[in-house]
């Protein structure tokens, strides 16, 4: 098992960026592939971005080209860049192995607002 703790959301106007972070304490890190989600109020988590255990990245449709997952496994860190803001990508945002998932995490809000 591990514990997931995502950071770095806020609230920033459209076309600015943020960079999230997710620490995963516990063993599992390096040999996981891990994911990004989101979850807009009355919508269902979607996956937005992930990472495999050797480094390979996918990304959601809406969201590429304009994010970039990226991890520091000394750090057991998991770290999305998202650039480029629309008010769409507002959502609670979390991290997790995306097979075989741990217990999730709070999350955390971006908010895309002028």
């Known amino acids: 098992q591990a514990q997931l703790v995502e950071s770095g959301g806020g609230l920033v106007q459209p076309g600015g960026s943020l960079r999230l972070s997710c620490v995963v304490s516990?063993?599992?890190?390096?040999?996981?592939?891990i994911a990004w989600y989101r979850q807009a109020p009355g919508n269902q988590r979607e996956l937005v971005a992930r990472?495999?255990?050797?480094?390979?990245?996918n990304y959601a449709d809406p969201v590429k080209g304009r994010n970039t997952i990226y991890k520091d496994n000394a750090k057991n860190t998991v770290y999305l860049q998202m650039n480029s803001l629309k008010p769409e990508d507002t959502a609670v945002y979390y991290c997790?192995?995306?097979?075989?998932?741990?217990?999730w995490g709070q999350g955390t809000q971006v908010t895309v607002s002028s």
């Open positions: 516990g063993s599992g890190f390096s040999v996981r592939s």
């Open positions: 997790n192995a995306q097979f075989q998932p741990w217990s």
């Open positions: 990472i495999t255990n050797h480094g390979s990245t």
